[in-house]
Nanobody, 123 residues
Framework: QVLLVESGGGLVQAGGSLRVSCAAYVGTFMSFAIGWFRQAPGKEREFVAAITRTGGSTYYTDSMKGRFTISRDNAKNTVYLQMNSLKPEDTAVYYC????????????????WGRGTQVTVSS
């Protein structure tokens, strides 16, 4: 199990940018691939992006490609999600999650989850 704590959410206008962070409290951070998911009110939790253990490869849902960037700093046990050109439909709670099985977009492959950070994009 990994303790994950998200931060950096907030209110931003459409077209703006926001960076959310995920701090991991574990001694073996590089054992985990990390993913970001989001859940809007009344909708299923959906995959946003994921990054491999070393940070060498990244994966995105098609609708986020070019707007969102996932990165990690293994020295700080932290993963970031930089979000640009935000749209009102990006409004959601953003969760980070850790997977021992490697990079995946399946929720079931992630064994540890944070509590989320709210991102609200106004029109």
């Amino acid at each position: 199990q990994v303790l994950l704590v998200e931060s950096g959410g907030g209110l931003v206008q459409a077209g703006g940018s926001l960076r959310v962070s995920c701090a991991a409290y574990v001694g073996t951070f590089m054992s985990f691939a990390i993913g970001w998911f989001r859940q809007a009110p009344g909708k299923e939790r959906e995959f946003v992006a994921a990054i491999t253990r070393t940070g060498g490869s990244t994966y995105y849902t098609d609708s986020m490609k070019g707007r969102f960037t996932i990165s990690r700093d293994n020295a700080k046990n932290t993963v970031y999600l930089q979000m640009n050109s935000l749209k009102p439909e990006d409004t959601a709670v953003y969760y980070c999650a850790a997977s021992r099985t490697g990079v995946t977009d399946r929720r079931s492959d992630f064994g540890s989850w944070g509590r989320g950070t709210q991102v609200t994009v106004s029109s």
